[in-house]
């Protein structure tokens, strides 16, 4: 954590719009959006311009009417030396909805760069599920600097979180949940929120449900609001409660989580520690970043491109793509040699060079196509180990109905303008090529699935090694077998 105890004083000094300043008539007030909701390139300009002049009072005013997730966006878009600059020129606007939207590594480099009081006052502002994000990707030394600036209740909730795996509900889930006795009536949970309301306690503020709990503070029923508000007030919850509840335990997998609520159309769901004690809630908005998380990173794995964020640093995007590039390299090494093999063949049929691509790149697009499937059936959970068999019967019958069209179309084309013959063997072997991608398409995902490793993990690479590889050998092995290249 950097040492910038004089930057508090910095925010405050500069966080106040200078009282003299007039928008000039030129200065954009109400176009700062374009029709996809991004802040326009001519906004972005004129604050950067306006921050390189160091008129802070101009910048608030620009910024100012800006929504807490555009103001994120304004961040991300400035250079890292610039980022600095406008907090301090918008310090009264950095509220904790900003940095709850903020990306990551724009985030985890404005909080190093803070000091650990500064940090903690924007924890305790935050849930503390967002709290935790907000810390957890720091270094331990400053991780406790910042947790021994929180008061109890909050140091208490955060090293809960952290104790947590990455990626589980423990680490997501927010702690502030209305949990009430069975017993209670309908008119009672109603007084007793409104009670809570006017104390400032520290029940949930937002929330769907209410959870039901026995003795034990373990979770029993539900109770929708739409149920409360519309029965009597001499009810017991008990009699309206709904029994049946899909609980969601605390390390599962945020992925897991995601799938769970959309099987089971959820709202919120009670989070249960290993003895099954209510120990926080999932909401619906928690599993929308999730989902859109996961898709993301799903998508990034299959290219082999890391984390695929335009704000992680330089070195790290290299190191996590470089690596995949190196072993692409080598299956790239396989296809040719199978080439080298077969010299003396395509020396005497020059056809054979011209031909080549054509089958490598429809065994390579046939293969995606499939990978890209069996990605989404295992995310899903629709792919599992007592379906395997039965969805890769389906995707050999569709790669061989694929591969006779695609062979018929190319086998003909081939026999127009170079020989019957060379038709022949380049429809063959396109449609053993394009039922190998099919083929592979399902097994590589599923031995990455099967070896307990993301299933979208660069299988692309290793898909695109056997498309090649078998296009090659089959093509190049056919011509030579049956003479067309003597």
Same mark, same amino acid.
């Given at each position: 954590?950097?040492?910038?105890?004089?930057?508090?004083?910095?925010?405050?000094?500069?966080?106040?719009?200078?009282?003299?300043?007039?928008?000039?008539?030129?200065?954009?007030?109400?176009?700062?959006?374009?029709?996809?909701?991004?802040?326009?390139?001519?906004?972005?300009?004129?604050?950067?311009?306006?921050?390189?002049?160091?008129?802070?009072?101009?910048?608030?005013?620009?910024?100012?009417?800006?929504?807490?997730?555009?103001?994120?966006?304004?961040?991300?878009?400035?250079?890292?030396?610039?980022?600095?600059?406008?907090?301090?020129?918008?310090?009264?606007?950095?509220?904790?909805?900003?940095? =709850?939207?903020?990306?990551?590594?724009?985030?985890?480099?404005?909080?190093?760069?803070?000091?650990?009081?500064?940090?903690?006052?924007?924890?305790?502002?935050?849930?503390?599920? #967002?709290?935790?994000?907000?810390?957890?990707?720091?270094?331990?030394?400053?991780?406790?600097?910042?947790?021994?600036?929180?008061?109890?209740?909050?140091?208490? %909730?955060?090293?809960?979180?952290?104790?947590?795996?990455?990626?589980?509900?423990?680490?997501?889930?927010?702690?502030?949940?209305?949990?009430?006795?069975?017993?209670?009536?309908?008119?009672?949970?109603?007084?007793?929120?409104?009670? #809570?309301?006017?104390?400032?306690?520290?029940?949930?503020?937002?929330?769907?449900?209410?959870?039901?709990? #026995?003795?034990?503070?373990?979770?029993?029923?539900?109770?929708?609001?739409?149920?409360?508000?519309?029965?009597?007030?001499?009810?017991?919850? =008990?009699?309206?409660?709904?029994? #049946?509840?899909?609980?969601?335990?605390?390390?599962?997998?945020?992925?897991?989580?995601?799938?769970?609520?959309?099987?089971? $159309?959820?709202?919120?769901?009670?989070?249960?520690?290993?003895?099954? +004690?209510?120990?926080?809630?999932?909401?619906?908005?928690?599993?929308?970043?999730?989902?859109?998380?996961?898709?993301?990173?799903?998508?990034?794995?299959?290219?082999?491109?890391?984390?695929?964020?335009?704000?992680?640093?330089?070195?790290?995007?290299?190191?996590? +793509?470089?690596?995949?590039?190196?072993?692409?390299?080598?299956?790239?090494?396989?296809?040719?040699?199978?080439?080298?093999?077969?010299?003396?063949?395509?020396?005497?049929?020059?056809?054979?060079?011209?031909?080549?691509?054509?089958? %490598?790149?429809?065994?390579?697009?046939?293969?995606?196509?499939?990978?890209?499937?069996?990605?989404?059936?295992? $995310?899903?959970?629709?792919?599992?180990?007592?379906?395997?068999?039965?969805?890769?019967? +389906?995707?050999?019958?569709?790669? $061989?109905?694929?591969?006779?069209?695609?062979?018929?179309?190319? !086998?003909?084309?081939?026999?127009?303008?170079?020989?019957?013959?060379? !038709?022949?063997?380049? %429809?063959?072997?396109?449609?053993?090529?394009?039922?190998?991608?099919?083929? $592979?398409?399902v097994l590589v995902p599923v031995m990455f699935e099967r070896l307990k490793q993301d299933p979208a993990l660069a299988?692309?690479?290793?898909?695109?090694?056997?498309?090649?590889?078998?296009?090659?050998?089959?093509?190049?092995?056919?011509?030579?077998?049956?003479?067309?290249?003597?």
């Amino acid at each position: 954590m950097a040492d910038n105890s004089h930057l508090d004083d910095d925010l405050m000094r500069a966080g106040e719009p200078a009282e003299e300043y007039v928008r000039p008539d030129d200065r954009i007030d109400d176009e700062r959006l374009d029709e996809e909701n991004t802040l326009k390139a001519e906004y972005v300009r004129s604050v950067r311009n306006l921050l390189e002049s160091g008129d802070n009072g101009a910048v608030y005013a620009l910024v100012e009417p800006l929504h807490p997730a555009d103001i994120a966006d304004l961040f991300e878009l400035c250079d890292s030396d610039e980022r600095r600059d406008l907090a301090i020129a918008i310090t009264d606007l950095m509220s904790s909805d900003v940095i =709850a939207e903020l990306n990551d590594y724009v985030r985890e480099t404005m909080m190093e760069a803070l000091p650990a009081e500064a940090v903690a006052s924007i924890a305790e502002q935050l849930d503390n599920d #967002d709290a935790v994000q907000l810390i957890e990707d720091l270094d331990l030394a400053d991780q406790q600097a910042i947790l021994a600036e929180l008061d109890d209740d909050d140091r208490v %909730a955060i090293e809960s979180a952290l104790a947590y795996p990455e990626e589980t509900a423990g680490r997501l889930m927010s702690r502030d949940v209305v949990a009430v006795p069975e017993y209670m009536t309908v008119g009672g949970l109603i007084d007793f929120l409104r009670d #809570d309301a006017n104390s400032g306690s520290n029940l949930a503020n937002d929330f769907y449900e209410v959870f039901v709990v #026995d003795a034990g503070h373990h979770p029993v029923g539900t109770c929708q609001l739409s149920w409360i508000l519309r029965t009597p007030r001499h009810i017991a919850l =008990a009699d309206v409660m709904k029994r #049946d509840q899909t609980l969601v335990p605390v390390t599962l997998d945020q992925e897991e989580v995601a799938l769970m609520f959309q099987k089971y $159309a959820l709202i919120s769901a009670a989070v249960v520690d290993e003895s099954g +004690r209510l120990v926080g809630q999932m909401t619906v908005d928690d599993v929308v970043h999730i989902i859109s998380e996961e898709a993301s990173e799903d998508a990034l794995l299959m290219s082999g491109a890391g984390e695929g964020d335009i704000n992680e640093p330089i070195r790290a995007a290299y190191g996590s +793509r470089i690596r995949w590039l190196v072993a692409n390299l080598g299956t790239a090494l396989i296809g040719s040699l199978i080439i080298a093999a077969f010299g003396a063949a395509i020396e005497k049929l020059v056809a054979l060079a011209v031909l080549m691509p054509i089958v %490598a790149s429809i065994g390579g697009n046939a293969g995606t196509q499939t990978m890209a499937v069996s990605v989404r059936a295992i $995310a899903m959970n629709q792919l599992t180990e007592a379906n395997t068999m039965r969805i890769l019967w +389906r995707e050999f019958r569709v790669a $061989a109905l694929n591969g006779v069209t695609i062979a018929l179309l190319v !086998g003909a084309a081939t026999a127009l303008v170079f020989s019957p013959m060379l !038709g022949g063997v380049i %429809a063959l072997a396109m449609l053993i090529n394009v039922i190998t991608a099919g083929l $592979a398409g399902v097994l590589v995902p599923v031995m990455f699935e099967r070896l307990k490793q993301d299933p979208a993990l660069a299988s692309s690479v290793f898909v695109t090694m056997i498309t090649d590889s078998m296009g090659f050998f089959a093509f190049l092995g056919l011509a030579v077998v049956s003479g067309v290249a003597a």
